[in-house]
């Protein structure tokens, strides 16, 4: 598989390394960051692989796994739940789902262009990634907003040092209230320095919203299969990793699944396994 690569020349006491939920360098460096001891012990208590991705402090907590946003409080509450759980090689969600009534909008909020904005081609891939859901009649529908204070989701830009790391984006999962998750942190760089091509961040677009709306990796329980390496379990993580019924056994790379935990940039609109596990969350 296609592998992004990423040197970027700093003055900062900081190792190089190139890691997303959406893409993993298989020669990875650590960054240095001080989290916490009872951090690392929560979230290894969890099922997350702290070792080979280690978490990086971000916003109000850390970014696990490359592209899952916890806070502190969350870690470190999922860390008294049980994490037992039977694996079986299909698609998962979270214990979280998005509450619908039968029919719910969810509204998207991006800046396109100006300070903190997106360039032309990753506002379109926003737009086409929402188009993908809203084409399946689901309970659920997305329409993106131009105001800020009212939206559902907010799709905002990654620092630029995360950026230069080439952090993709990042999300997290439904709220116990039945709410997406309210915030998308997104690359702007995707196109202008790895050459993402609109259809690819639209793919990295619709993976985060599926973060937001409840879904687990595909490969969840075996890394390796999207991003190469040794096998790594994320663990049900105190979040749930809940089999979607009538998908199919065994996660591969020729799937093609828009929720693999790698990518390569290249475009996965819903295979046919993403649109069963859709239609039976929603």
Known sequence: MKKFNSVVALTLLLSI???????????????????????????KASGFNITDQPPI?????????????????????????SNSFTISEKQYSTNNLVATNGNRNITIFARAGGAGGFDAITSAAIDLAIDRYNAENLEITFERIDNI???????????????????????????????????ISLSGVLNANFGISTEGIATIVAHEMGHCIGFRHTDFFDRSISCGGDPVDEGDAGIGANLIP?????????????MLSCTDGSDRPFNEDDLTALAVLY
């Open 57 to 81: 402090e971000f916003k109000e907590g850390y970014l696990v796994e490359g592209d899952i946003y916890l806070t502190r409080d969350y870690i470190m509450k999922s860390r008294t739940k």
């Open 149 to 183: 204070r009212t939206a559902d989701i907010v799709i905002s830009r990654l620092n630029f040092l995360f950026e230069l790391f080439g952090v993709l984006g990042s999300a997290g999962f439904p709220t116990d209230a039945g709410d997406p998750f309210d915030d």
């Open 246 to 258: 009538g998908t199919p056994e065994g996660a591969t790379l020729e799937a093609a699944s828009f």
């Open 17 to 43: 390394f190139f890691v997303a939920c959406e893409q993993q360098d298989e020669q990875q460096a650590t960054v240095n960051q001080d989290v916490p001891k009872d951090v690392l012990t929560a979230l």
